[in-house]
């Protein structure tokens, strides 16, 4: 009997996991359609810099929109809008499904706060004829990329009695800007010699604020008199107030198109908000009355360990579903348990020129979709929830299902580093959950990079999920 031929060609279809670029499996409407996506996308990353801009700029849109703040003492019917602001910067927007929260509600959680540079309670001082601010960088950042690059001014200042003002220096035209200066090469010699990560310390990460004294020739400290008192005459600040303000230092780029192609979009604060768009713009946008009550939960200190009460590790959110439970007569730790979360967080896209870092089999690319990612954590899985099978196979078939686009990978080699998300803490919650987010190269850095194929198949993953039907 002679061999049977097999078609290996169909074989391999129908056996193999397809790794096909994303402009290889949409057609061109589809691309339009990200693409135009992403231009409202960049309105939303300029006008959110920081985690107080990100909640109020969702509150914005979402009062467009119908949504109205939670009234707990209120009665709410099937298709009814409303959001939760947690201290001005955390926010939770729901809309309540046909079933209510009975069989479970469904969550996609986002952090919408970004590394940045944070000011020392008392910031100020002159030096050698300069003023200076002492910082306090937040969150895991590359110390070397935040020298020499242009740094805005946002954040509050509340003073003495009470009164909340807000600050934003450096974003309009016109505007003065700030940095942090870096060492000249000619006489960095010794610096040079130094591993990235001690080339610059964390003390040396001083923001230049000004070079002009007050003119006398009388008094001390003239430059750093005149900074308080152009503080002054703009928002009523004396220098005991930097105590008591929320004041973060940022970078100024606008959020533009990249590459010849225009196929990407490079912006300060991806991480994360190129998640917590789609998933604010899906709760927005869901289907008029969900079957199941959906929720999208945009966070803040995440990058910090998510401790503090508008970080997830805190309890508002369980708070807000059990007070959602109470409503419709059932146990809040039963909706939970019924519950299940898509956690809205970035993943590491693969980059040809650190090769090494990544094992190339099981990594995220740009335009091959959203990451779809089991567990992240480091090295034994340390600080990860781990996604089930059978979750992991529920949320493979609703995207199938939905023809979104999507991938899974890890985060760099077994050994190298690792990292973590708000998933763990849902997790914590007994809520069903697994990490879905946009791929991103140079991710923490200043200026981040991402394709907008990804950023809209992210934003059709989070429709479909609110959007099914059981």
């Known amino acids: 009997m002679e061999p049977k031929t097999m ?19 949409v057609d061109d409407e589809e691309i339009a359609r990200a693409d135009q996506f992403c231009e409202d996308y960049k309105v939303f990353m300029d006008a959110s810099k920081t985690e107080r801009e990100a909640t109020e700029e969702a509150i914005r849109r979402a009062e467009a929109k119908g949504f109205v703040p939670y009234d707990p003492t209120a009665s709410y019917k099937p298709g009814d809008k409303v959001y939760v602001n947690n201290r001005g910067k955390s926010v939770m927007l729901a809309v309540i499904g046909e079933k209510g929260s009975r069989e479970g509600v469904r969550i996609a959680a986002a952090h919408i706060d970004c590394p940045r540079i ?6 100020l001082y002159e030096s050698s004829d300069l003023a200076l601010l002492k910082t306090h960088y937040y969150g895991g950042i590359k110390k070397y990329q935040w020298t020499a690059i242009p740094l805005a001014m946002h954040g509050c200042v509340v003073l003495r009695g009470g009164k909340k003002v807000k600050v934003c220096i450096g974003e309009e035209p016109g505007d003065p800007q700030f940095c942090i ?14 591993t990235l990560g001690k080339a610059i310390e964390g003390e040396d990460l001083n923001i230049l604020f000004g070079s002009r004294p007050i003119r006398s020739e009388k008094g001390e400290n003239l430059f750093k008199l005149n900074i308080l008192r152009l503080l002054n005459e703009k928002y009523g600040m004396v220098e005991q107030d930097f105590i008591t303000a929320e004041i973060e230092f940022v970078p100024a780029f606008k959020a533009v198109d990249i590459g010849l192609d225009r ?11 190129v998640c917590a768009y789609p998933a604010l713009e899906a709760v927005l946008n869901c289907c008029e009355v969900p079957q199941q009550t959906v ?8 990058e910090t360990g998510s401790a503090g009460n508008t970080g997830l590790e805190s309890s508002y959110l369980r708070y807000f579903v059990h007070a959602l439970a109470k409503q419709d007569g059932v146990d809040g730790h039963d909706v939970l348990s019924q519950s299940t979360c898509l956690s809205a967080d970035v993943a590491a896209a693969y980059d040809p020129t650190y090769a090494s870092a990544y094992e190339a089999n099981n990594s995220c690319y740009l335009n091959k979709g959203v990451g779809v990612i089991k567990y992240t954590g480091s090295r034994g899985k340390g600080g990860t929830s781990d996604a089930s099978a059978e979750f992991m196979g529920q949320v493979r078939d609703l995207l199938d299902d939905n023809n979104v686009l999507w991938q899974t990978g890890e985060l760099g080699r077994v050994d190298l580093g690792g990292g973590g998300t708000v998933a763990q803490y849902v997790a914590n919650l007994n809520v069903d959950v697994v ?23 992210a934003y059709r993953a989070f429709k479909a999920f609110f959007d099914q039907k059981k």
């Not at 200066?181 to 960095?188: S, Y």
């Open 7 to 25: 078609d290996v060609e169909a074989l391999s279809k129908e056996l193999t996991l397809n790794k096909k670029n994303g402009f290889f499996q």
């Open 118 to 123: 944070d000011l020392k309670p008392i910031p």
């Open 181 to 194: 200066t870096d060492l000249l090469p000619h006489l960095a010699q010794e610096q040079s010699v130094k």
């Open 263 to 273: 196929s990407m979009v490079g912006a300060y604060g991806h991480d994360d908000r």
């Open 295 to 302: 929720i999208t939960v945009l966070t803040d200190k995440e």
């Open 435 to 457: 990490d879905v987010g946009v791929p991103v190269l140079s991710m923490h850095a200043p200026f981040e990079v991402v394709a907008k194929l990804d950023i809209y198949m």
